[in-house]
């Protein structure tokens, strides 16, 4: 089976002053707002790494639950959060953290660091990715 999804972008102006949208197939983003002070500042609107950071971090937190079951294992909650480093002197996203807690009955230390490893390495949407990509998972 394939599945395909999809987004859109638009981009009117100059770099620096232009302003753009971002929509996504199923409307969650709705030309959400796209600027260079979205994506170099603190202006208000998204980014294309925080997009990447949302997606990784919604993969990992699916992808983990699909590990913690198969390992006999059901986490009663995990909570992802992605954060992605933007180097603007190399021009690419060098780095993303990501920090993975969940609270996982009867669950080994071991067992769970092994489950989020194994998370990390087979999440369909980390492996599209170049950077180093460091997980801290805890659990709780």
Do not use: H
Request: glycine share 8%.
């Amino acid at each position: 089976m394939k599945i395909v999804r999809g987004a859109s972008a638009n981009w009117k102006g100059a770099g620096k002053t232009g302003v753009g949208k971002i929509s996504t197939q199923s409307t969650t983003l709705d030309n959400a707002q796209l600027s260079f002070n979205t994506r170099f500042a603190d202006g208000v609107g998204t980014n294309p790494e925080e997009l990447v950071g949302a997606a990784l971090a919604g993969c990992i937190t699916m992808k983990m639950s699909f590990v913690l079951n198969a390992a006999g294992f059901t986490a009663d909650n995990i909570d992802t959060t992605a954060k992605v480093t933007l180097d603007t002197d190399l021009g690419k996203i060098s780095i993303i953290n990501v920090e993975i807690t969940a609270s996982v009955p009867e669950i080994s230390e071991e067992e769970f660091q092994k489950a989020a490893i194994e998370t990390k390495d087979n999440c369909m949407i980390s492996q599209l990715y170049s950077c180093e990509i460091v997980v801290n998972a805890s659990l709780v």
